[in-house]
């Protein structure tokens, strides 16, 4: 509801590059159902705690975790849609991932194309979002290096269109052996900010998970999104750092919440949260 009112006051240029932007929580509530039906999580659950009923723009998502009993149930009522060619290579053997990777790769793809030419061409925010592709990448190589994929499916994970990893550094770094090797790779992208990487490295190590690099790109993102609204005050920008800003906020307060609820220690949970 706060997308559609912070969209009800945008008009012309304006709406249609922060309308460019928040589409990306339509693909995002999607991969949510998608997730509910591979895990086999109640409709009640859903809609209590993921994609509350109350939001009317979250009944189409619940309406397919009730109607949908496997992924391949899911991509068939989605024939039609908008959703429909992004998944059209993929069924019901597939991984979850693969899902979640095809959906982004079809946002981005969009969204390029139209901060490129047209009515909504804008440079900066392209470079926004190429960082943006920057950065799933690289959490998708962590990810997927964690779970032992072979080089050939950590490729195929892969979304083109980054800005400071180019396609001959993807490549590379989907055939790095190990975490060490990766970001040695990375390091060598033109462009690539690793700041802060080798002690997010060493924390992710520890606590076994990969949230400590996932909130230093986060941060980085924040940091550039910030610099953008301040050298252009009178344009996409502030509105488009406002939402980024709520939903972390929002995240941050559910991790909170649940966290609280199943009684983890504060420093688990503060070791979770995008500070």
């Given at each position: 509801?706060?997308?559609?009112?912070?969209?009800?006051?945008?008009?012309?240029?304006?709406?249609?590059?922060?309308?460019?932007?928040?589409?990306?929580?339509?693909?995002?509530?999607?991969?949510?159902?998608l997730r509910?039906?591979?895990?086999?999580?109640?409709?009640?659950?859903?809609?209590?705690?993921?994609?509350?009923?109350?939001?009317?723009?979250?009944?189409?998502?619940?309406?397919?975790?009730?109607?949908?009993?496997?992924?391949?149930?899911?991509?068939?009522?989605?024939?039609?849609?908008?959703?429909?060619?992004?998944?059209?290579?993929?069924?019901?053997?597939?991984?979850?991932?693969?899902?979640?990777?095809?959906?982004?790769?079809?946002?981005?793809?969009?969204?390029?194309?139209?901060?490129?030419?047209?009515?909504?061409?804008?440079?900066?925010?392209?470079?926004?979002?190429?960082?943006?592709?920057?950065?799933?990448?690289?959490?998708?190589?962590?990810?997927?290096?964690?779970?032992?994929?072979?080089?050939?499916?950590?490729?195929?994970?892969?979304?083109?269109?980054?800005?400071?990893?180019?396609?001959?550094?993807?490549?590379?770094?989907?055939?790095?052996?190990?975490?060490?090797?990766?970001?040695?790779?990375?390091?060598?992208?033109?462009?690539?900010?690793?700041?802060?990487?080798?002690?997010?490295?060493?924390?992710?190590?520890?606590?076994?998970?990969?949230?400590?690099?996932?909130?230093?790109?986060?941060?980085?993102?924040?940091?550039?999104?910030?610099?953008?609204?301040?050298?252009?005050?009178?344009?996409?920008?502030?509105?488009?750092?406002?939402?980024?800003?709520?939903?972390?906020?929002?995240?941050?307060?559910?991790?909170?919440?649940?966290?609280?609820?199943?009684?983890?220690?504060?420093d688990v949970?503060?070791?979770?949260?995008?500070?």
């Amino acid at each position: 509801r706060d997308l559609n009112q912070v969209l009800g006051f945008c008009q012309g240029h304006l709406k249609g590059l922060v309308s460019i932007y928040v589409e990306r929580f339509t693909y995002q509530k999607l991969k949510t159902a998608l997730r509910a039906i591979h895990s086999g999580v109640s409709l009640e659950v859903v809609a209590s705690q993921v994609l509350p009923e109350q939001n009317e723009a979250n009944l189409p998502w619940l309406e397919l975790v009730n109607s949908s009993e496997t992924l391949q149930d899911a991509v068939s009522a989605l024939d039609g849609t908008q959703f429909e060619r992004a998944l059209a290579n993929l069924d019901g053997n597939d991984e979850l991932m693969a899902f979640e990777n095809a959906l982004d790769r079809h946002y981005y793809s969009s969204a390029i194309k139209k901060l490129r030419g047209g009515t909504t061409r804008h440079p900066m925010l392209l470079r926004y979002l190429r960082t943006e592709i920057d950065h799933r990448n690289v959490i998708n190589l962590f990810r997927a290096l964690r779970q032992k994929m072979p080089a050939e499916k950590r490729s195929e994970l892969m979304i083109p269109g980054g800005k400071a990893i180019t396609s001959t550094f993807l490549r590379q770094a989907a055939e790095a052996e190990n975490e060490e090797a990766l970001l040695e790779i990375l390091r060598r992208a033109p462009g690539f900010d690793d700041s802060g990487f080798d002690e997010a490295l060493i924390e992710s190590r520890e606590r076994g998970t990969l949230d400590p690099i996932v909130n230093l790109l986060t941060s980085q993102r924040l940091n550039l999104l910030n610099r953008m609204n301040m050298l252009n005050p009178l344009s996409a920008f502030p509105l488009i750092y406002y939402i980024e800003s709520k939903v972390l906020e929002v995240q941050n307060l559910r991790l909170l919440v649940r966290g609280k609820a199943v009684g983890l220690p504060d420093d688990v949970i503060e070791a979770h949260l995008g500070l």
